[in-house]
Each structure stands twice: as C-alpha cells, then as structure tokens.
C-alpha cells in the first residue's frame, strides 16, 4: 500500500534573527524575484517542475488573453450550421425553466470550485517558491486550513461587492424608469448612469487592489506565521501605515512589472494561438469535408451535438494547458516579487528563505 504524502517539515523559523533582511525597497525585491525565477525554472531545468507548476498557475489564472480568441468557427463550411444548432439549443434552454435552474446551479457551484482551488493552489506556489521545489500532494494537505481561510473571505467580498451593486441598481432604477416614462430630457439621467459606470470601475479598481495584495503580501504572511486571513491583513495593514511610502511604490511597480509581463507574454502567445485556432478550424473542415466525400452529410441531432461539445472541451483544454505553461513563468516572478517585499518585514517570512535547496540537501 502506497504511504500517503507527508506535509512538509516545519522550517526553522529562529533563524531568522541571524541574518540581514534580504532587501527593503521595491526595486531590491523585484530583482531578487527575477534571480528566484530563473533558479527555480532553469538552474537546472526541469520539465516535471514547468508541468507541475503549470498544473497550480492553470487555477490562479496563468496565462494572458488574446487578440486570437476573435477566431470563429463560422470559418467551417456553411453546410455545417453550428450557428443555428447553437440557435436551437438556446430557444430549447429557454422553453424548459427545470434547465435554466440546473444550469444555474451548476455554475454556482463550478464557480464555488474554482474559487476554492484558486485560494488554496495559491498556498501550493508560495510553497514551491519557498521549498524550491515542487510537492504538489504534501503542500495542498498542508495548505488545506489556509485555503479554507482565504476561500471564506473571498466568497464574502464577492458576495459583499454583489450585493452593493445590487443595492445600487435598485435605488437608481425607479429614477431611471421616471425619467424614461416622462420622456424628461434633464441631465438628472446622464448623470446617474456616468454615476453608476463610475461605481463599478472604482469599485472594481479597488477589488482588484486589495485581491492583488492578499495574494501577493498577506498570502505569504499566512503561510509563514500560519495565521488566518484577518489576523494577516491586520499586520499587513500595520505595515502599510508604518511604511506608506515603500507600499505605494510597490504598487505602482507591481502595476507596471504585471503590465509588461502580460505584454511579453501576449507577444509570445498570439503566433501560437493563431497557429492553433487556424489548425482547430482546418481539421474541423476536414472532418465536414471528409465526410461529404464518403457520401454523408453532417446534420446537427443528439450525438452530433455531443461529439462537437466534446470537440470544444478538448480544444478549451488544450488551450488551458498553452496559456498556463506560457503565463506560469509570470506567475512565479510576480508572486515572489511580493514575498521577497515582505520577508524583509516579517522575520518569520525571512526565515524561510534560509530553507536549503533539495540539491543542498542531497549533498
């Protein structure tokens, strides 16, 4: 019978008094994250770290959108129909209420899914990072009570920012419909909807803001100190008062470190993806074609609809897999930028640094 996997042994934390801190400015942790990066990822390359790491970034939203994506499958033969296949399906959802309730709670609790794994496969890369290695069955046992943490509080400020918007559409819609019925031509409606787009871009700005620093700093701090979400923002904001000014830096440098990041890598994935998606439109018209050659025409019933929902769930996951191998690398680079910005705050952070290498601890 195979040993189930071990969580990883506590590091020593009381080493963390011996050492200097390992850089205080922005600029300084930005550059010892590049250095991490290119250790963990190519001195020496390992393909089974790039294939694991990818698996944890597939989660945490590895990879960068595309111009590529505009690709349609109208390309194929116009035999084909899928338009009004899709057409069809949509009027056939609509008139059965059972349906719509079934998908409904199906994306719920996909999206329930998902966010789980994100808050705790974010867990797994902070240990990879930290480790130097990566041990995907030990760190997601011992990220188990972390992740369940920072799901709850992610659930509750979605759920929190769902409901203002909710709130705000139903206090703005009765003036709304006022002003639409009397055909008023006051700028009371202009300025109630400049209102309400102005709303939901800062408060989506600052949603953001504050997601992109629990992942970055109070994530590390959890997993350092093993303490839940609130206790780790409440030292983190403790931090930021001391230090406003080398936290403002360090936003305005992550914003501009994730930016450039995303255009390199959105210049690296658009030949691919053109590649890709021109590759997945000629075989499907092989396919059409194929058949017509044989003396069979494509009509859209139960099995050619499962065949072709099949067909998009293998090409969806294979463009998954392209986009998180390619985005991993930025991932790796931009959440250890924020834990080498903290392990110079937090002594217990800092501490594991010191953790040797596996290689170190062969020899």
Same mark, same amino acid.
């Given at each position: 019978?195979?040993?189930?996997?071990?969580?990883?042994?506590?590091?020593?934390?009381?080493?963390?008094?011996?050492?200097?801190?390992?850089?205080?400015?922005?600029?300084?942790?930005?550059?010892?994250?590049?250095?991490?990066?290119?250790?963990?990822?190519?001195?020496?390359?390992?393909?089974?770290?790039?294939?694991?790491?990818?698996?944890?970034?597939?989660?945490?939203?590895?990879?960068?959108?595309?111009?590529?994506?505009?690709?349609?499958?109208?390309?194929?033969?116009?035999?084909?129909?899928?338009?009004?296949?899709?057409?069809?399906?949509?009027?056939?959802?609509?008139?059965?209420?059972?349906?719509?309730?079934?998908?409904?709670?199906?994306?719920?609790?996909?999206?329930?899914?998902?966010?789980?794994?994100?808050?705790?496969?974010?867990?797994?890369?902070?240990?990879?990072?930290?480790?130097?290695?990566?041990?995907?069955?030990?760190?997601?046992? +011992?990220?188990?009570? *972390? &992740?369940?943490?920072? #799901? =709850?509080?992610? @659930?509750?400020?979605?759920? %929190?920012?769902? /409901? $203002?918007?909710?709130?705000?559409?139903?206090?703005?819609?009765?003036?709304?419909?006022?002003?639409?019925?009397?055909?008023?031509?006051?700028?009371?409606?202009?300025?109630?909807?400049?209102?309400?787009?102005?709303?939901?871009?800062?408060?989506?700005?600052?949603?953001?803001?504050?997601?992109?620093?629990?992942?970055?700093?109070?994530?590390?701090?959890?997993?350092?100190?093993?303490?839940?979400?609130?206790?780790?923002?409440?030292?983190?904001?403790?931090?930021?008062?001391?230090?406003?000014?080398?936290?403002?830096?360090?936003?305005?440098?992550?914003?501009?470190?994730?930016?450039?990041?995303?255009?390199?890598?959105?210049?690296?994935?658009?030949?691919?993806?053109?590649?890709?998606?021109?590759?997945?439109?000629?075989?499907?018209?092989?396919?059409?074609? +194929?058949?017509?050659? *044989? &003396?069979?025409?494509? #009509? =859209?019933?139960? @099995?050619?609809?499962?065949? %072709?929902?099949? /067909? $998009?769930?293998?090409?969806?996951?294979?463009?998954?897999?392209?986009?998180?191998?390619?985005?991993?690398?930025?991932?790796?680079?931009?959440?250890?930028?924020?834990?080498?910005?903290?392990?110079?705050?937090?002594?217990?952070?800092?501490?594991?640094?010191?953790?040797?290498?596996?290689?170190?601890?062969?020899?």
């Amino acid at each position: 019978m195979s040993a189930q996997p071990q969580a990883p042994p506590p590091l020593p934390l009381d080493l963390a008094p011996a050492f200097p801190s390992l850089g205080c400015s922005p600029t300084e942790a930005l550059s010892s994250a590049f250095d991490d990066t290119l250790r963990l990822l190519f001195q020496p390359f390992d393909a089974r770290h790039w294939i694991k790491l990818s698996i944890v970034c597939i989660f945490l939203g590895g990879g960068t959108s595309s111009a590529a994506f505009n690709w349609s499958l109208g390309a194929l033969p116009s035999d084909v129909r899928f338009h009004e296949a899709l057409e069809r399906v949509r009027q056939y959802l609509a008139e059965h209420l059972w349906l719509i309730l079934l998908a409904t709670a199906l994306g719920l609790a996909l999206g329930l899914v998902l966010l789980y794994l994100r808050a705790t496969f974010r867990f797994v890369l902070v240990d990879s990072i930290v480790r130097k290695d990566v041990q995907l069955g030990a760190a997601w046992g +011992a990220a188990q009570p *972390l &992740g369940r943490s920072y #799901f =709850w509080w992610l @659930l509750g400020v979605l759920v %929190a920012v769902g /409901a $203002l918007f909710a709130a705000g559409a139903v206090a703005a819609f009765p003036y709304l419909r006022t002003l639409a019925a009397t055909g008023s031509r006051s700028l009371a409606g202009p300025i109630i909807l400049a209102g309400c787009l102005m709303a939901v871009v800062v408060v989506g700005l600052l949603l953001a803001l504050v997601i992109t620093l629990t992942d970055d700093l109070a994530v590390p701090l959890m997993y350092a100190e093993r303490i839940p979400l609130h206790l780790a923002w409440r030292k983190l904001w403790q931090k930021v008062r001391a230090e406003a000014g080398n936290f403002t830096v360090y936003v305005l440098l992550r914003f501009v470190v994730s930016v450039t990041v995303g255009m390199f890598v959105l210049f690296l994935l658009f030949p691919v993806l053109v590649g890709f998606f021109s590759g997945a439109i000629i075989a499907g018209a092989l396919v059409v074609l +194929a058949l017509r050659l *044989l &003396g069979l025409m494509w #009509f =859209w019933n139960p @099995l050619t609809i499962i065949l %072709a929902a099949v /067909a $998009l769930l293998l090409l969806s996951g294979l463009l998954l897999i392209l986009l998180s191998v390619v985005g991993m690398p930025g991932q790796v680079f931009l959440q250890d930028f924020g834990m080498r910005f903290m392990a110079a705050r937090v002594p217990a952070l800092e501490a594991l640094w010191r953790w040797p290498a596996p290689s170190a601890k062969r020899r």
